[in-house]
């Protein structure tokens, strides 16, 4: 299926804001106060339950549809005890409205086809979110996609062109954002509460390729059968197929697609949308990106099916000389080194200097200070797009915001791909430079297969 062909990196001085499409683009509906907006369930695993629940606990919207090629079948969540698929997600939209009404699908384009859905929550792996965004906005539907927001950086600017050109309303699942304790840090560091502060340390999971209940488990054989006939096809979609069409359990059972690289981008990707989202938050930097990875070191091997490096340590270093060191060995979080103490960052908690123990942000962050975005409703991160989409106003976490912390992680891992120790990167321009540009450029472009095209 063709969403429009469009070369988005066609040499080095392409900039990023030229050439947006304007047309082929239908206006985004704005309902009135008094309408419920129809929002489609697209992908309905582990996340999916989580924003559909805030969702359902909204007066303002109508779950009307659930989309998934995976009918119904086990080991979802994080423990791997919860069912998913879409008659699950159905069964839990029924017992809330008390009715039948929410239709279910395997197919998202008979969601995006449909005039009388307004929005999509898109929570299905990550190497769909791209295609099917982008086929949403060209339909004027709103966009709530999760985390990590794409699976590779010409996809994100495809996305960012596409929200642009469009005018809905897109808010990527970076829900940290809206948590109170990582916005008050954040604010802390923005405002030199803790000194200058040049240095950060980035903690992500050592996954050892057995997290959340998905063993390290190369078997291959036929794909499910809770895959209706047909449906193994749509779930890879733009994603290769294996030699023999083969189901690979440990990369293809449910939350185990972040393992390869066919459709994710391992844990610089799934944790790293988080950690440097709120690092871009906390450094100003929500709408660039660093000026060169450097100091990589991993240990990836030659494993084609688990592709990632389990452990790693990088730098980020962004023009003005700030360095955030990436590790899977430091504690998981951010933890902001400044003159006068650090501050780590957690959802739901914050650790500060002892002078800072009784600070309360409403009573003493100051006019000049810097304030960081929260909901004037205050409200959560799913209920903020809720607003947006009425309100028709800017919402926490935008697609260029969530492009540019996903583009660092990408190039990151383009550096670890190449087995290189540093790359130079232009976030004006979004390009490598300097040596191995060439190779390294030639992997901004992310892969689509089986007839797909972006």
Not at 151 to 161: D, H, N
Request: neutral net charge.
């Amino acid at each position: 299926m063709k969403l429009g062909r469009r070369t988005f990196l066609g040499g080095a001085a392409a900039s990023f804001f030229i050439g947006i499409p304007r047309g082929g683009y239908a206006g985004g509906r704005r309902p009135a106060a008094s309408d419920r907006l129809n929002l489609a369930v697209i992908g309905c695993g582990t996340m999916a339950h989580s924003n559909a629940h805030a969702f359902l606990c909204d007066d303002r919207v109508r779950i009307a549809a659930t989309c998934d090629p995976v009918l119904e079948a086990p080991h979802y969540s994080y423990d791997g005890k919860a069912m998913g698929g879409r008659k699950v997600m159905k069964d839990k939209v029924d017992a809330q409205y008390g009715n039948k009404d929410c239709r279910m699908t395997a197919d998202w384009r008979e969601v995006i086809d449909d005039p009388s859905i307004d929005a999509v929550q898109i929570t299905c792996p990550d190497h769909w979110h791209a295609l099917i965004a982008i086929a949403a906005m060209r339909k004027g539907k709103h966009v709530y996609c999760q985390k990590p927001m794409c699976l590779g950086v010409s996809e994100g600017q495809a996305m960012v062109r596409a929200a642009q050109a469009s005018g809905v309303t897109f808010q990527v699942g970076s829900q940290h954002r809206s948590d109170s304790a990582c916005r008050q840090g954040c604010e802390l560091v923005a405002s030199g509460y803790i000194g200058k502060c040049t240095r950060c340390t980035v903690g992500l999971p050592d996954w050892n390729g057995g997290l959340w209940g998905t063993p390290k488990d190369r078997t291959r054989g036929p794909a499910p059968a809770y895959f209706d006939k047909g449906m193994w096809d749509l779930w890879q979609g733009p994603a290769a197929h294996w030699e023999d069409d083969a189901f690979i359990r440990g990369i293809h059972a449910p939350l185990a697609w972040r393992w390869n690289s066919r459709t994710g981008g391992g844990i610089i990707t799934d944790w790293g949308a988080h950690w440097i989202d709120l690092l871009h938050m906390a450094i100003r930097k929500d709408r660039t990106g660093p000026v060169r990875i450097e100091n990589m070191k991993t240990d990836l091997g030659d494993d084609v099916v688990f592709d990632w490096a389990q452990n790693f340590e990088y730098d980020m270093v962004y023009a003005d000389g700030f360095v955030a060191h990436v590790s899977s060995k430091a504690r998981c979080g951010l933890t902001f080194h400044g003159e006068k103490g650090d501050i780590f960052i957690f959802p739901g908690k914050l650790e500060r200097p002892a002078f800072l123990s009784k600070w309360s942000e409403k009573r003493d962050l100051k006019d000049a200070d810097v304030r960081l975005y929260r909901s004037p409703k205050g409200h959560g991160h799913e209920m903020d797009f809720v607003d947006g989409v009425y309100e028709n106003r800017p919402i926490c976490t935008d697609c260029e915001i969530g492009h540019r912390s996903i583009a660092a992680c990408h190039i990151a891992n383009i550096c670890e791909r190449l087995r290189l120790d540093r790359l130079d990167w232009d976030p004006a321009r979004e390009v490598f430079t300097g040596a191995h540009a060439a190779e390294a450029n030639r992997l901004l472009e992310v892969p689509h297969h089986n007839g797909w095209t972006l």
